[in-house]
């Protein structure tokens, strides 16, 4: 009854969450296919809880448990019609559609037939559940457990050769989740045969009951996942990018912030606190700090090797950016940050830049994308917060945090 209850669960969730997207897409004929699939499952599975609790419906012995058997089936075909819509145009498949639908209304249409035949109305719940030596029964049975284990198989492999074709990449996660639901089906239906073989024989399965019932609650929860994720999985990859893109942009500040007071004219609109558009606001943040390198590149001076004050990287990093040989420890980004922080102290300190003198081009730099771009920037601005800082009242170079003054607009 539990596992019933948590599939059911499990499979409402998923109805409901495609549900709110029917405005824009029920005229979408693989989303129609996507809601009666998952429709079916809800009823199969809703079926089993009330079949487990009171297998009597409107005063049929065991109905409960044929109406979850027929929307079993209705939902195998209806997931493999789908898996046909994702792979292909609706010209190319529509003969698989017809088969699959007679395959389905065929099937149905037998487990009727035995139903009654078999006298299964007035037989125990269990010889339907478990398994009986009733021939007829025992037919009943095995034709269901087919039913379920084409379309297992046949799932199995459309999905792993999709999954291969598809560039879309949250549908190809899709397809390889269901290929593991696929397989757990698929033990669920090889468990259930062993049961039903073992009660056919007189062998006593009851405490072995819980096994296929277990394959098949795990395997409806990933093939849930798997029908809803090419829905949900591009936000997942949206809330990855804007985790990645607030943390880029944060890293920048240092950097951002000492061009900025420098050459406050480099800002390109005001500021705020809010989050919003935050790819534009990274992309606005390197220009800046570009627009700000190039203010400060007729202070860096590259035939002078930078005097600093600090451990063997920030020399090894300062040697390099002035053309000394590299030693073991360069650290490139390094290198930059102490090139910025030296061209900010010549400029406050009034040096005037000799025009002629040929200076490092910050656009020489192998960055093709903006990606490339954030990634270096945020190294040097990682090295330039740990580089000893202005004074501007003591008029002296301190290890103390870069100022703070665009910090309460900005960060």
Partial sequence: MALFLITAVCSYAAFLYKASHARRGWRDAVYRTLMATLFLQCLTFTMGAVATDSPTLLGVGNSAILVMHLAAVAYCVAAEILLLQWAEPLPAIRSGIRNW?????????????????????????????TGSKDLLLLAYLIVFIVSQTIPCVTIFRACLSYAKLTDKIWLRRALRFLTVGSV???????????????????????????????????????????????????????????????????????????????????????????VSNLHYRLHRRVVEIRDGWRALRPYMDVAEQPDIDSDSDVD????????????????????????IRDAIRAKRDGHVPDSERRRP???????????????????????????????????????????????????
């Avoid at 209304?105 to 269990?126: D, M, N, R, Y």
Wanted: a negative charge; charged letters at 15%; aromatic letters at 10%.
């Fill in 101 to 129: 639908v007679f395959f389905g209304f065929g099937t149905e249409v037998l487990l009727v037939l035995l139903f009654f035949v078999s006298g299964a109305p007035h037989k125990p719940a269990a010889a339907l559940t």
């Fill in 184 to 274: 757990l089906l698929f033990m669920y239906c090889a468990t259930r045969t062993v049961n039903m073989v073992g009660a056919a024989a007189g062998a006593n399965v009851n405490g072995l009951k819980i096994v296929p019932a277990a394959f098949s609650g795990l395997g409806i929860i990933v093939v849930s996942i798997g029908l809803t994720m090419p829905s949900w999985g591009p936000r997942v990859s949206d809330l990855g990018q804007w985790i990645e893109n607030i943390l880029s942009y944060r890293a920048l500040y240092p950097l951002w912030n000492a061009v900025c007071q420098e050459s406050p004219e480099i800002v390109l609109e005001p500021r705020n606190s809010g």
């Fill in 316 to 339: 090894a990093g300062a040697a390099a950016a002035n053309g000394a040989a590299p030693r073991p420890n360069n650290d490139q980004a390094l290198a930059e940050a102490v090139r």
């Fill in 361 to 411: 081009g910050f656009e020489e730099r192998d960055a093709v994308t903006l990606a490339d771009e954030v990634s270096w920037l945020a190294k040097v601005s990682s090295a330039y917060a740990k580089l000893p800082s202005f004074d501007a009242a003591r008029g002296s170079w301190k290890g103390l945090p870069q100022g703070r003054a665009l910090e309460n607009s900005e960060s």
